[in-house]
């Protein structure tokens, strides 16, 4: 909405980065185990290195976002004192990264199950819903209608992928592990 409003956002939102490097790495070093598994029809063992992964990234990136949440007035001052204003919008953007973490690597799992069309068709409904929410937000609610549209597609893309996983392959991320 302003060049203000774009210069917090994007301070506030910097620290879902390093969540993200962390969600690619563990989904790179699986998609071959998860690949191959899948070929030879050991569902179980797919279902199993899923949960798995999907611990990890709870583990690793759970206590991260929770941290950068509490502490996100003190750390957004690191790039600015005016920008410790902004903790809010890390707040909201952390918490949708921390349940999105819930879901693990279900994009990669859904692509190596053969279901790379609704990976695609995920995305651009997710897209599409926070464009659509940052044109309704934003001119009200600036840069915290920008993180509530990023958040709700975050957690939107997620759940479809989620329900549409357990649906076709009766896979999930949920075990006695996460």
């Not at 563990?26 to 798995?52: C, F, M, W």
């Not at 879901?103 to 997710?126: K, Q």
């Not at 357990?166 to 996460?178: L, R």
Request: glycine share 8%; aromatic share 8%; charged share 10%.
């Amino acid at each position: 909405s302003s060049p203000v409003e774009t210069a917090i956002y994007g301070v506030a939102s910097r620290f879902l980065v390093v969540g993200q490097l962390t969600n690619s790495a563990i989904g790179l070093a699986a998609q071959p185990q998860v690949a191959s598994l899948n070929a030879a029809e050991q569902h179980d063992a797919v279902k199993g290195v899923y949960r798995t992964t999907t611990t990890w990234i709870i583990l690793v990136n759970g206590p991260l976002y929770l941290i950068l949440a509490i502490f996100s007035p003190l750390l957004l001052r690191l790039f600015n004192p005016e920008y410790s204003s902004a903790w809010p919008i890390t707040v909201v953007l952390c918490a949708a990264a921390y349940i999105g973490n819930g879901s693990g690597m279900v994009d990669v799992m859904l692509s190596m199950t053969g279901r790379t069309r609704w990976t695609l068709a995920n995305s651009l409904g997710a897209l599409a819903l926070q464009v659509g929410l940052d044109i309704v937000l934003i001119p009200s609610a600036g840069a915290m209608g920008a993180a509530i549209g990023w958040a709700v597609s975050i957690i939107a893309i997620n759940a479809m992928s989620v329900a549409q996983l357990a649906w076709s392959d009766g896979i999930h991320p949920f075990g006695a592990e996460t």
